[in-house]
């Protein structure tokens, strides 16, 4: 069976390298499937969920990793996928997201208007609403 030689990479680590059946990645345009002999494109990351699908080999099934801007560079034999954020799904702790999504708008509550810290948090608010919206098996909570 065709695989995909998949990297996914964020910027303080590699978060997956391995052989892959096929892959959505979710883009600004809309979901875009991946699958062995794609033509080469690259296209600019939005936020949401990519699905990953194993090969047969390694078990088949799917997992998700939650992703938030970035790059993919797709070609016949793999793809790339540089992300701004990125996380597995099964790889999130709720609590401790809403913990730091609560330190956030702290912090912006403390702020002035005007102050350029605020794009900062607001992000990193953003960043946590999604994990919390895709997070395995847990209730997203506001």
């Known amino acids: 069976m065709a695989e995909l030689n998949c990297q996914i990479v964020r910027p303080d680590r590699s978060l997956y390298e391995g052989a892959v059946a096929n892959i959505i990645l979710v883009t600004y345009a809309g979901e875009l499937g991946v699958w062995p002999g794609h033509a080469p494109e690259v296209v600019a990351l939005g936020d949401g969920v990519v699905r990953i699908r194993r090969t047969p080999e390694d078990g088949g099934?799917?997992?998700?990793?939650?992703?938030?801007?970035?790059?993919?560079?797709?070609?016949?034999?793999?793809?790339?996928?540089?992300?701004?954020?990125a996380r597995r799904t099964d790889d999130i702790d709720p609590e401790t997201v809403r913990r730091t999504r609560q330190k956030a708008l702290d912090a912006l509550d403390e702020m002035e208007e005007g102050d350029y810290r605020a794009a900062y948090y607001e992000k990193k608010v953003r960043w946590c609403n999604l994990l919390l919206k895709h997070a395995a098996g847990q209730p997203a909570r506001s």
């Open 61 to 85: 099934g799917e997992f998700d990793v939650v992703v938030s801007g970035g790059y993919a560079e797709v070609d016949r034999e793999g793809v790339i996928i540089l992300a701004d954020h």
